[in-house]
């Protein structure tokens, strides 16, 4: 069974969310309503919640996890994203937020405690350190991510456009034999 249970927290599927059956989603997550979670993607949330937006798709091969509550983080830190956020395939998320309509470009690293504010784009291969918080409004690249330029207009408008795409998407693999 790929959701699943963990110390008596049950995952909690909003309406019409997607999981592939290669994907393992587990303990306190919360997914939005018109979400995708795709092929090999792993949401552990076994030490503290991860919570996901509406309208997200989390791509093929991500990792999604926290920061545990510890001797050297006593509150630790969830894991949370907000809507309309399209999260490429193979990145991983660790104990950070991501606000709404943001692009995680594929390979990207986002560590504990760092925060992406609404509207970014974190390029792929990007690395966002620990703590670091990305302002709105900018392409971050980069190993450490570093902002490379304002956004124009139409960049702004691909967040809503990608992330109903994929919602679109998620709807015809629902509607797949193998999904009932």
């Not at 991500?62 to 399209?86: E, M, R």
């Not at 709404?100 to 390979?107: E, I, K, Q, S, T």
């Not at 690293?109 to 992406?116: K, Q, T």
Request: net charge negative; glycine share 12%.
């Amino acid at each position: 069974m790929n959701i699943r249970p963990y110390q008596g927290m049950t995952p909690k599927l909003g309406e019409r969310v997607f999981v592939d059956p290669s994907a393992v989603v587990l303990g306190d997550v919360e997914i939005g309503d018109d979400s995708s979670v795709w092929p090999l993607v792993v949401i552990r949330g076994d030490m503290h919640r991860i919570r996901i937006g509406r309208c997200s798709s989390i791509q093929d091969g991500s990792v999604l996890h926290i920061t545990h509550a510890g001797p050297y983080n006593p509150d630790g830190f969830p894991l949370i994203i907000g809507d309309h956020v399209t999260v490429g395939h193979q990145a991983m998320l660790h104990g950070c937020t991501i606000g709404n309509r943001v692009l995680v470009g594929m390979g990207a690293m986002i560590m504990d405690g760092a925060v992406v504010e609404d509207e970014v784009i974190v390029g792929a291969g990007s690395l966002v350190p620990p703590g670091k918080t990305l302002k709105s409004g900018y392409l971050y690249v980069g190993r450490p991510a570093k902002p490379q330029r304002e956004l124009t207009e139409q960049e702004r408008a691909f967040f809503t456009y990608t992330a109903e795409n994929y919602s679109r998407l998620k709807d015809k693999h629902r509607a797949e034999d193998w999904a009932q």
